[in-house]
């Protein structure tokens, strides 16, 4: 009888505990799932999916991505992801119809964006330069206002930007 009443308490103890459990509400993701998406005037249908993530009190270049020199997967978590259903021009330079992961390189030039053929990757570990489809140089500007969160976005006219603390980058796709 011992035996019975004791089992069964340690198997109520058992299924209180995963109850209690499957009750948690997961805590939400630092630098959250993030997608922007346009169709251009020529038709083509473009997305950009990258995880946001957030200044809290740091400054992009001295305490964060992106540095100088550094290939920075311009955002948090995978890399960030550039899919287009159409060839187009990127700032004037041709880039065919495909999914590429999508890197930024500062430098005392200015910001080189890079489309790179291996788009499923975590972060820039894996980057490999020979598998770059195409690298251009970019249009960065000081925003008057600093964006919190890394923010992407598209206009139906081909204007991409990108935006984090007072880091502007800009290109046009078309």
Known sequence: MKKTILSFLFAFASLSMLTLNAQTTPKPKPSPAAEVSAVLTNGAALSIKYSQPSLKGRTPGKDIEPMMGKIW?????DATVFETSKDLKVNGQLLPAGKYSFFT???EKGTTLIFNK???QWGAFQ????????RIVAKQTVAANSSEKLEYTISNKGLVVLKWGTINIEFTVE
Do not use: H
Request: overall charge neutral.
């Open 105 to 107: 390189l500062q430098n």
């Open 118 to 120: 291996t788009w499923k």
């Open 127 to 134: 980057y490999k330069e020979a598998d770059d489809a195409l």
């Open 73 to 77: 997967r311009a955002g948090a978590n």
